[in-house]
């Protein structure tokens, strides 16, 4: 049943956004602020279900997505902004409000945009959903359903090809202190489960298998696994993908290094964190022609031996300064005691009348590594 033009709590809902297993999000008017917002609203109550212990198992769910958005508080998660329970004539809705992005999804970016993506568009969106990601990991909480359509996106006009993601859809998320659902089929999106997902093992390496596998598929365009879910289900325990570079000219052999080390059957042997991969990726980006030292996010890395060439500088303006403080001090000295000045030997010189000017230091002059 559609909620459109209702009224639940403050909140008015104008139209249908989204249906999915747990609920339906809708274009809500906050009737107090007049702000518009995202209103995601779980299925009618127990009484309308046909099915007693689904209802149970997504109302649960439903409420753990709102227990794990309030705990968190990062630049690349969506916020929450309202959960509660109200009854309207005679059912009971427990919903989440949050805010309301108009640019759509990941996926619907993509769709406008279609992959492959350049290395450089690439890295900027693994970056951000490792942050949040690692954020969330921090928190003791497993996202489970890494994928584009779970993160909404906010578009730069001065960088139109790196929308700024936001985290979302924690319905399925595991957190250490929740106990177990009632369901025993492993919940999540086939084409990126990692094997221990399907296992019902998941551990924050299953987000980096998921991420990886998103990263695979910005790079040539498509997931690593084709075919019905039966045969995907198998790739993801006993398939090794073909590396990007194979479909994707540009992506340079440490990229499908990383890539194939995210991708890992077993957990232990992907990195040690999803921010470690995210790092190793940008890492492996290739330089800028004609500017040594960049990379293709514009980012300089320090070249060999710089270090100790701005050492090596420091040190040297220090000495010039502290000579010339020497000078000064002589001359001042001079100055006040005039007999001291006839009585010098040749190795003193006689200083100006005019105050001596102590230059500005020097700017340290980087030195270029050789191509």
């Known amino acids: 049943m559609s909620l459109e033009g209702w009224q639940i709590g403050p909140y008015y809902l104008e139209r249908l956004l989204k249906r999915g297993g747990m609920g339906e999000v809708y274009l ?20 309308t279900q046909p099915d007693q212990e689904r209802f149970e198992e997504e109302d649960f769910l439903f409420r753990r997505e709102a227990m794990a958005i309030s705990s968190l508080n990062h630049e690349h998660v969506l916020r ?18 949050m805010p309301y992005c108009q640019n759509g999804s990941f996926a619907d970016w993509l769709r406008r945009h279609p992959a492959p993506l350049s290395l450089h568009a690439v890295a900027h969106i693994i970056g951000q959903a490792a942050e949040a990601l690692q954020y969330a990991h921090d928190h003791q909480i497993i996202h489970r359903d890494v994928k584009p359509s779970n993160f909404l996106i906010v578009e730069n006009p001065e960088r139109p090809n790196r929308p700024d993601l936001l985290l979302s859809d924690f319905g399925i998320a595991k957190m250490s202190s929740s106990v177990a659902t009632t369901s025993t089929f492993p919940r999540g999106s086939t ?30 365009g498509l997931l690593p696994f084709q075919g019905p879910p039966g045969q995907i289900m198998h790739q993801h325990f006993f398939s ?46 290739p330089r800028v022609p004609g500017k040594p030292g960049a990379t293709a996010t514009g980012q300089r890395r320090p070249a060999l031996g710089q270090r ?28 006040r005691h005039p007999t001291r000045r006839e009585a010098s030997t040749d190795s003193f010189v006689d200083l100006p009348e005019e105050p001596v000017a102590i230059p500005e230091p020097r700017p340290l002059a980087l030195q270029k590594s050789p191509p």
Not at 28 to 47: D, H, R, Y
Not at 267 to 284: K, L
Request: aromatic letters at 8%.
């Open 28 to 47: 809500a008017l906050n009737i107090e602020s007049g702000e518009q917002v995202a209103f995601k609203v779980s299925n009618e109550s127990a009484s």
């Open 80 to 97: 929450l902004l309202d959960f509660d329970e109200r009854t309207v004539d005679g059912k009971t809705f427990t919903y989440i409000v």
């Open 191 to 220: 084409a990126y489960m990692a094997p221990e997902h399907w296992e019902g093992h998941p551990s924050p390496a299953t987000d980096q298998y998921a991420l990886a596998m998103m990263a695979y598929e910005l790079l040539v």
């Open 240 to 285: 090794q993908a073909r590396p990007p570079s194979t479909l994707n000219p540009q992506v340079p052999a440490a990229i499908d290094a990383i890539i194939q080390r995210g991708m890992e059957k077993n957990p232990g042997d992907r990195y040690p964190s999803i921010s470690a991969f995210a790092r190793a990726f940008r890492q492996a980006l």
């Open 308 to 335: 100790a060439d701005i050492t090596a500088q420091r040190k040297e303006q220090r000495r010039e300064l502290l000579e010339r403080k020497k000078t000064l001090a002589r001359r001042t000295q001079l100055e």
